[in-house]
């Protein structure tokens, strides 16, 4: 029925998209992402033999080195192997899962957790399980990715309010019948602009109108409220449903985490494709990430240093006159505005040997193209500085 020949063709059409792919053409040509160290010592990375300085890993706490952490990864590995090579409802699940799950939903005051190989698994896992057509998603207009994917799963309807606007929010849920289901989906920390959420008046809002409260909280978990996140540090926790992130940041490992009441985590665990047929979180991962739990519990100084760096830093692009969007946390952005601009100034930024990255629209509003960077306890007040006279160099600004 097809033929050689149109089935040449169509496949011809594919390749053609592929080969001729004007954005994969532009990302070569400029050769802005996917830089590779060869090595790497706490913040520092080198490049093609030459030092730098990391400024945009989401490293906040810098535990990757830590003694402890790098202990329990290897035991787990001598102990488990290198993988689980299954899904956890299939053949991948092990005691190690369910006790780091039980040590993490208690840190977080849920009930129970259910850990994933990552965090955009996770995040995506939530609206596009507990979501489902009939219902309606009201969402920040600037969260992550992983959210958007699983809303496009989801087959519910969405609506977007103004970011970090409650009185928009407001709006778009009268707008709403009284009859059908609402799911409010927010971010604790939003990690392009580095915003923390209005928790509580987005709360008064949704409950007011009875929404299930999604929160993605991967970086705000570790950094904010002791650790313990950004629902912990509005003391909100039992008022948001389900807690999501990711231990690829402030834990320094890598997966991610869905937590809520026992009844949603086993519903989770029945309906979420993303954790029916993906392979479990591996035993050096979730030992590295329970380690990193313990440290970040023992050792207040990780969180403390992280945001005196992230005062110290602040202040010093503040007094150069540097637009950072009012970002309130770790997740610092530069803004630049055009993109031809953006660009320079991160290559210069590059040429001086800091390892920054630049983000452009879709990824941020247009015209807010910026350069994303990100302070972590390895910081010390000298990297800022350096940073700083090289920033302001490249900008042409001059400090205040
Ligand atoms: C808000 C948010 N959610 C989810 C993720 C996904 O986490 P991971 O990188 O661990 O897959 C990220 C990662 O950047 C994020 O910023």
Sequence with gaps: MFGLFSSDKTKGAVLQRIERDEETRLRQRYDIWYRTPERQEGAR?????????????????????HPKVIAAA????????TSTTGARLANGSRSYHLDFEAKLATFLGKEACH???????????????????????VVDRNVHSSLWAGIQLSNARYERFAHNDATDLANVLEAEPESVPILLVIEGVYSMEGHICPLPELLEVAKARGSFVILDDAHGFGVMGAGRGTAAHFGKSED?????????????STGG?????????EYLRTHSKQTIFSAALSPAQT??????????????????????????????????????WASQTPAMPIVIGKRERAYEVW?????????????????????????????????RHEDFDRFAEALSKALGTRRK
């Design 240 to 252: 948001v449903d389900i807690i999501c992130g990711s231990l690829s940041k402030a834990l320094s």
């Design 45 to 65: 990375v080198w490049v093609d033999g030459r030092e730098m300085l990391m400024m945009a890993s989401n490293d906040y706490l810098g535990l990757g080195e």
């Design 347 to 379: 290559k210069k930024l590059w040429d001086e040997g800091f390892f920054t990255v630049l983000a452009i629209s879709p990824a941020v509003p247009p015209g807010r193209d910026l350069i994303r960077t990100a302070v972590s306890a390895r910081h």
């Design 115 to 137: 850990v994933s190989a990552a965090g955009y698994i996770s995040c995506m896992s939530t609206a596009a399980t507990f979501a489902t057509r009939g219902d309606v998603i």
């Design 74 to 81: 290897k035991a787990a590995m001598e102990k488990w192997g």
């Design 257 to 265: 985490f869905v937590a809520g009441s026992r009844a949603t985590i």
């Design 287 to 324: 030992a590295a990430a329970s380690a990193a739990l313990d440290v970040l519990q023992e050792e207040p100084e990780h969180i403390e240093r992280l945001w005196d760096n992230t005062r110290y830093c602040k202040g010093l692009l503040d007094s150069l006159g540097i637009d950072t």
